[in-house]
């Protein structure tokens, strides 16, 4: 069992910026992720990075605004979002996938966490 718990999350106002943390009960060596979900919508996949760090790859709606990354001495991943505009507002999850791979569905996470707030005013 992994144990994530989100953190950061708070009403900002457009433009501005956030950066979320992920903490996880023991050493990840699956990719890991962030996925959000808007009032009325499904969850969407936002970014995720693989076991060994790099670049991550991104949601076209975030890309070139939000950055990945991740400490695995800390078991920590990190979602830094700048230029937060109002339809960036959701519940924001960290996600660990089973194992390896490039598809980012919710069927692909094998844990997640509690979600924190994110809300962006105009």
């Known amino acids: 069992q992994v144990q994530l718990v989100e953190s950061g999350g708070g009403l900002v106002q457009a433009g501005d910026s956030l950066r979320l943390s992920c903490a996880s009960s023991?050493?990840?060596?699956?990719?890991m992720g962030w996925f959000r979900q808007a009032p009325g919508k499904e969850r969407e996949f936002v970014a995720a990075?693989?076991?060994?760090?790099?670049?991550?790859y991104y949601a076209d709606s975030v890309k070139g605004r939000f950055t990945i990354s991740r400490d695995n001495a800390k078991n920590m991943v990190y979602l830094q979002m700048n230029s937060l505009k109002p339809e960036d507002t959701a519940v924001y999850y960290c996600?660990?996938?089973?194992?390896?791979?490039?598809?980012?569905?919710?069927?692909?996470?094998?844990?997640w966490g509690q979600g924190t707030q994110v809300t962006v005013s105009s």
């Open positions: 990075i693989r076991w060994s760090g790099g670049n991550g």
């Open positions: 996600a660990v996938r089973y194992g390896h791979g490039s598809t980012w569905n919710p069927q692909d996470v094998a844990y």
């Open positions: 023991r050493t990840i060596s699956n990719d």
